[in-house]
């Protein structure tokens, strides 16, 4: 009863693995086909890789995509985790009131952030493109720096700054060389989210850039209503990219970790 | 340390300009007429009544209902047991399973839609097995490829978050319940499942609101005709120009969106003061 009970529930599992990277396997695989179909698998070829790489609106869209989300990233995290900082010192009213407009560009329906930050920018006269775009970006990026942060921020102990204080620090010194360095995780996996946020956006994107400025998802968007197998080897890239990302990400402390052990053991 | 505070400024300053303006706006444009701007600002209910009083709006935020709560009810049949299957397991493979889920929702959700629509084609893998039980019919542009597209993306928040309250649950408590004489389908129905709400009610907020507002999933899997409301919201705002109405359209969106969180946190809260009032 127990043995069947366990054989189903890894069936059911598999079932569910074999659904989420089914579309991931059939874009890796088609990527790689010599005929347009996308059905038929015709044999091996990489002309659509080179398709790609003479692609000027494909190659500018990842370059597009990859500047928005480190500059976007990077300025996210600096202003995120200062602001952070700046609430767990302010009182609870004017927390409780910043925390919960933080909140907005998460919990609102992302189309709504869209079509407001389009309204605003218009109206501001603004030329849609690169620049609204890193400031939309900017702006769905910072309440998640926040978010990972905060955390972090509570579990600190807030006599330590008060004693760098005391020992004759200036509150710069007591920010970068006590609080920064505790609150490093909560930092950079707020980074994290905030480039992958950003790499991934389509919604919000889609209606604040213009003037010819593309991201990879709008790209894509706009490519899929004809049948391009070009967007199966850029889709393959992106995969390879955040496969790569993901597992340095994941390795690396455990390598870290492993390095330490040893060091304690010799 | 006092001097820390000052640091929130700058960020007040950019949200009341980059968050609080916009959504102003929204409002502003949704009780206003088409052509008018700040100077000539009129009140309307207009842009309401249009919606209300047109056969076509009603039927798409309809067919918007029923996709996303349709997808939400899927997302919970399918991600329960899955999220119990991982928090049962054992601690290395959990930490395996987690990744297995995670690692799909990193990657782009426009190329993994994409990559739907080859396989859901007419003559695609899926109608190549389905055929072998003489079983084809045409899945791309359907409500369940539409579905289908909802669920693979959204899926995974579900599991997630029913995962973390199932792992956060007090394991003694199923041993008291069993040494005083629950079997184990009792243990689940008034241990597990009640503690694990919480996690049910996030995921349901973390999938029912993409699968509303969504407009990319019906445009690739539902194709050039199917509308969503997401899909109104876009047009009218970069097709046909209709800012007011569009943002009208939004704002109702939205107030939906509200209205049905709110019974589901009603719901939750009506459960745990009820049965589950014994484990508190």
């Known amino acids: ?266 | 340390m006092k001097q820390f505070k000052n640091m929130t400024y700058p960020y007040i300053l950019w949200i009341s300009i980059m968050i609080v303006v916009p959504m102003f706006m929204i409002l502003m444009y949704a009780f206003t007429k088409h052509g008018n701007d700040v100077a000539t600002f009129w009140f309307t209910f207009e842009n309401f009544t249009r919606f209300f009083s047109d056969i076509i709006f009603i039927n798409v935020l309809k067919q918007s209902l029923y996709i996303a709560i349709i997808t939400t009810i899927l997302c919970i049949l399918l991600g329960y047991p899955a999220a119990y299957i991982i928090a049962n397991a054992k601690e290395k493979n959990k930490v395996f399973l987690i990744l297995l889920i995670t690692f799909p929702t990193w990657i782009n959700m426009l190329v993994r839609t994409y990559a739907w629509m080859g396989i859901l084609q007419d003559n695609g893998i899926l109608n190549n097995i389905l055929s072998l039980f003489g079983l084809q019919t045409k899945l791309l542009h359907t409500d369940f490829a539409v579905i289908l597209g909802m669920v693979y993306n959204f899926i995974p928040f579900m599991i997630l978050q029913i995962h973390t309250s199932l792992t956060k649950m007090d394991k003694s408590l199923l041993e008291a319940a069993s040494d005083l004489g629950a079997d184990k389908l009792q243990c689940f129905l008034k241990v597990t499942f009640p503690l694990s709400l919480p996690g049910v009610i996030s995921g349901i907020t973390l999938v029912f609101l993409p699968a509303m507002s969504s407009f990319f999933i019906p445009k690739l899997l539902g194709g050039g005709q199917y509308v969503l409301i997401g899909n109104v919201i876009e047009s009218q705002f970069l097709t046909a120009g209709n800012w007011n109405f569009g943002s009208a359209i939004s704002l109702i969106m939205a107030i939906i969106i509200m209205i049905s969180m709110y019974i589901t946190k009603k719901i939750e809260i009506r459960n745990s003061t009820g049965k589950g009032k014994i484990l508190h």
């Open chain 1, 1 to 266: 009863m127990k043995q069947s009970k366990k054989i189903g529930s890894k069936i059911y599992m598999a079932i569910m693995i074999i659904f989420f990277y089914l579309p991931i396997i059939y874009t890796i695989i088609f990527s790689f086909n010599s005929s347009r179909s996308l059905t038929k698998f015709g044999g091996f070829s990489l002309q659509w890789y080179q398709k790609m790489f003479h692609d000027s609106t494909m190659m500018q869209s990842i370059f597009y995509t990859i500047v928005i989300a480190l500059l976007a990233t990077l300025v996210s995290t600096i202003a995120g985790t200062i602001t952070a900082i700046g609430l767990s010192k302010s009182n609870r009213i004017l927390k409780g009131i910043v925390e919960q407009i933080n909140d907005l560009p998460i919990m609102n329906p992302e189309i709504v952030t869209g079509i407001g930050l389009l309204m605003f920018f218009s109206a501001l006269g603004v030329k849609k493109g690169f620049m609204t775009l890193l400031l939309a970006h900017i702006m769905f990026c910072i309440p998640y720096v926040i978010l990972s942060v905060t955390p972090k921020l509570r579990s600190l102990d807030p006599n330590l700054a008060d004693a760098a204080l005391d020992l004759g620090a200036t509150p710069w010194q007591a920010l970068v060389k006590v609080i920064v360095p505790q609150i490093m995780p909560g930092i950079v996996s707020g980074a994290l989210i905030a480039f992958t946020m950003s790499f991934d956006d389509f919604i919000i994107s889609y209606f604040v850039t213009g003037n010819g400025v593309n991201n990879i998802s709008i790209l894509v968007y706009t490519m899929s209503k004809r049948i391009n197998p070009s967007i199966n080897a850029l889709s393959s890239i992106i995969i390879v990219i955040i496969t790569v990302v993901l597992l340095l990400v994941n390795i690396i402390p455990i390598l870290k970790q492993k390095k330490e052990k040893t060091k304690y053991e010799a």
